[in-house]
């Protein structure tokens, strides 16, 4: 069997590895980014579907928040309808950002995707969604405490 999985964790961790260094001028460290990247993309967006988005716990989530927040990058606003719901929005700060990391997205994946033709890089996007799809069925499943049979 092809160690596939091993080659997309390594792509990813190299990337995450890459944007860590990248961004630590602007403060932004271990893959803070991405949540602010998500909450530029979705003001208003709660927590909790935030790090449904991303693929972490609420734990985690709550603490990338939270640095976030006390860096001044994003900002939580009570709900008019139900105070107990946060939602997130970006900062002057966090929107000033935000183009730098787009840049380094769109470079990074012209560099990832270099060689492929168009074609080939639609194909690889289509499998790659079909096997997030797959993994998160597992993902939903054990995150509400159950364990897979394997």
Not at 47 to 75: C, H, P, S, Y
Not at 84 to 91: E, N
Not at 102 to 108: A, F, I, Q, W
Request: net charge positive; charged share 35%; hydrophobic share 35%.
């Amino acid at each position: 069997m092809k160690e596939i999985l091993r080659e997309i964790g390594m792509i990813a961790r190299a990337l995450d590895s890459i944007s860590n260094i990248e961004f630590k001028e602007y403060e932004l460290t271990k893959g803070q980014y991405l949540y602010l990247v998500r909450v530029c993309e979705n003001p208003g967006i709660i927590q909790e579907k935030l790090a449904e988005m991303i693929k972490v716990d609420r734990t985690t989530a709550a603490r990338a928040v939270q640095k976030l927040e006390n860096n001044g990058f994003i900002e939580k606003k009570d709900d008019p309808q139900n105070k107990k719901i946060k939602k997130l929005f970006p900062t002057e700060r966090g929107e000033n950002v935000y183009p730098f990391i787009k840049r380094e997205h769109e470079y990074s994946n012209s560099v990832a995707l270099s060689g492929l033709s168009e074609k080939e890089a639609d194909t690889l996007f289509t499998l790659l969604k079909r096997i997030r799809k797959n993994i998160e069925k597992d993902w939903e499943f054990v995150k509400k405490g159950n364990k897979r049979n394997y």
